[in-house]
């Protein structure tokens, strides 16, 4: 099955073979190719860690009749996307490409695709993973990504940074890039003119713009092409480097500065909560685990610490970045994947005919699904009726870990206190009703402040 976020490159593409992961190298791409094999550049940033693994092999049956040439890559735990990262996954992303930039020209190669797409997390980091993109260097020629790379990477870090976090899910709108213009215009003055904001960002976004408009005058013509060095190239990057290196996240939420002070569960609950957790996952076995409403993510930390890969879904971009920031420091940090995103609202099938990229159901589904503190949410505020809820996690899980909170807690008080309107039925004998038709009730856990722990697996 060919891969439908591929199709775009002409120099190859990617397919599946009975589970098996596969990129045809197409014509016009294997001189390239042949060319970055023959100088041992793909084991250099392989070996490096940079560039995600790929054996050559026979054509396989399946393939598209143009492949001349056959790579074997890993199959990746999970593909995510840019509207979905942390603000400093992608600004790792983002570094990784210049890294792989500043190793690749001295050998007369470089990126001639600087997508956010070709970096994934590949469950030890993360990783290049489109192996095409490496391509001789055109000689004298500015870099032929750099447009691409400012605005897949700089323009959506400088209006997050400097404007909000919460500007990262614009990406779904911009799915080939954040316009450099709308990037500049979110810099106050006193910005603009820091260096490498101006040269690459506000220059960059004004001299886009008068090109374009020059072009529709002469009717298309082409204008000169400056040269550029290779000394001249590396400067390039290595100002990049300077510039994203220093664009960090100002005045975050201090929502949950304080989470241990606050939050609902003492330390015994949080205790008999991570006991319960291990039991299941020691009896399931999990490979893959989606921890919904992960919050900061200590119960993704635990199913990960039993062996388990572990996408961290949270709402909260600051609660994403937390958990990103404290996984680095954590032994189980290649474990976990943390993405922000509303489950009311998750991520669709975007690009071209909605296949290109796919919908979080579409990457699923899970071994195993945490939903702890979560449902309550779902149901008071987004309004949505257990049964859907239901149905939905029997589409992205085989087992799912729910935690259903009583009519008469504080948070669900609170939540109705909000309310002026009647709301959804939300009770024990409801929420029985809604999974019992899709799951078997495996196993439960009573929490001292009402609160029920409650292990279900599909039928």
């Not at 890559?73 to 990784?96: N, T």
């Not at 900061?296 to 039993?306: I, M, P, R």
Request: overall charge positive; glycine content about 6%; hydrophobic content about 45%.
């Amino acid at each position: 099955m060919t891969d439908f976020g591929s199709f775009r490159d002409p120099a190859g593409s990617v397919f599946s073979v009975d589970g098996k992961l596969f990129r045809s190298v197409f014509p016009p791409g294997i001189k390239d190719f042949e060319d970055a094999r023959g100088k041992a550049v793909f084991r250099k940033l392989i070996a490096a860690g940079l560039l995600i693994d790929h054996q050559e092999v026979q054509i396989p049956k399946g393939a598209p009749e143009e492949t001349v040439c056959c790579l074997e890559h890993p199959v990746l735990p999970f593909v995510s996307y840019p509207w979905e990262w942390p603000f400093s996954l992608l600004k790792d992303a983002a570094l990784l490409q210049l890294d792989i930039m500043e190793r690749l020209i001295p050998q007369g190669f470089w990126l001639r695709d600087a997508s956010a797409f070709n970096v994934q997390y590949d469950g030890s980091g993360l990783k290049l993973i489109d192996t095409l993109s490496i391509g001789k260097r055109v000689p004298d020629s500015p870099w032929m990504a750099y447009g691409q790379f400012c605005a897949h990477f700089l323009a959506p870090l400088v209006m997050a940074a400097f404007g909000d976090i919460r500007l990262l899910g614009l990406w779904r709108n911009f799915i080939d890039g954040f316009p450099l213009d709308l990037a500049a215009s979110h810099l106050k003055w006193k910005n603009r003119f820091r260096p490498g904001l101006f040269m690459h960002l506000v220059l960059h976004a004004y001299f886009q713009k008068n090109a374009q408009r020059r072009e529709k005058l002469t009717q298309g013509s082409s204008s000169k092409t400056p040269k550029a060095t290779d000394r001249g190239l590396l400067g390039l990057v290595r100002s990049l480097r300077r510039t994203i290196s220093h664009i960090s996240l100002r005045n975050l939420s201090g929502m949950w500065r304080d989470y241990e002070t606050y939050r609902i569960y003492n330390t015994n609950e949080i205790h008999a909560k991570t006991e319960f957790l291990t039991r299941i996952i020691e009896r399931v076995q999990p490979k893959m685990v989606w921890d919904l409403g992960a919050n900061v993510g200590e119960f993704s930390q635990t199913a990960a610490s039993l062996g388990a890969f572990v996408v961290s879904i949270e709402q909260d971009p600051v609660c994403a970045e937390m958990i990103y920031h404290s996984n680095k420091r954590q032994a189980v940090q290649s474990r976990i994947l943390p993405l922000t995103m509303d489950i009311a609202n998750p991520s669709p099938g975007l690009g071209w005919n909605g296949c290109e990229r796919l919908s979080l159901q579409e990457r699923g589904p899970a071994d195993l699904v945490l939903a702890l503190a979560l449902i309550h949410h779902l149901v008071l505020s987004a309004c949505i009726p257990l049964n859907r809820i239901a149905h939905w996690f029997s589409e992205i899980a085989k087992s799912v870990v729910v935690e259903f909170v009583p009519p008469g807690d504080p948070m669900v008080l609170k939540l109705l206190s909000n309310r002026h309107t009647g709301h959804l039925p939300y009770n024990p004998m409801v929420f029985k009703d809604a999974f019992d038709p899709f799951f078997e009730r495996v196993d439960e856990w009573q929490l001292t402040n009402g609160r029920t722990i409650i292990w279900y697996r599909r039928f």
